[in-house]
């Protein structure tokens, strides 16, 4: 006689086979949402040795080796923080409010190519030089 089971024997076992699959992804469950998933480790991509992209596991941030540019962004723009005016000089600038109102020069001279259009501020003077 030899040593494996019978048939019967075999089909008695089945039923326990599928309740066994069962406890085991009843346990890996529970022990995802007690402990929580891992988080991965820092995912970064690189060229010669160069970070082109980073995402930090434990922060999520993001971080980019070069400049990052955008064509269009989502939304009316009131999440953009940090935005870099600096760089214009907005007192060089004369601000037009519209063609059904007057353009203000204030203490500032109109040039159209090699003639200036001037106001003199203290004797309220009008001058083309």
């Known amino acids: 006689m030899s040593n494996q089971p019978s048939r019967f024997e075999r089909r008695s076992q ?6 066994r699959i069962f406890l ?11 402990f929580g998933m891992i988080s ?3 995912f970064n991509i690189t060229s010669n040795g160069n970070t082109l992209f980073l995402v930090n596991g434990t922060t999520g941030n993001a971080l980019f080796g070069y400049n990052v540019t955008a064509s269009h962004f989502f939304g009316d723009g009131s999440g953009l923080t940090n935005l870099n005016v600096s760089a214009l000089n907005l007192s060089d600038y004369i601000p037009y ?15 159209v190519d090699t003639s200036t259009f001037f106001v003199n501020s203290n004797t309220n003077n009008v001058g083309i030089g």
């Open 97 to 111: 409010t519209g063609s059904s109102k007057n353009v203000v020069l204030g203490d500032y001279n109109l040039t």
């Open 40 to 42: 991965a480790k820092n």
């Open 24 to 34: 085991i992804f009843a346990l890996v469950f529970f022990l995802v949402g007690t």
């Open 14 to 19: 089945e039923p326990l086979r599928g309740k």
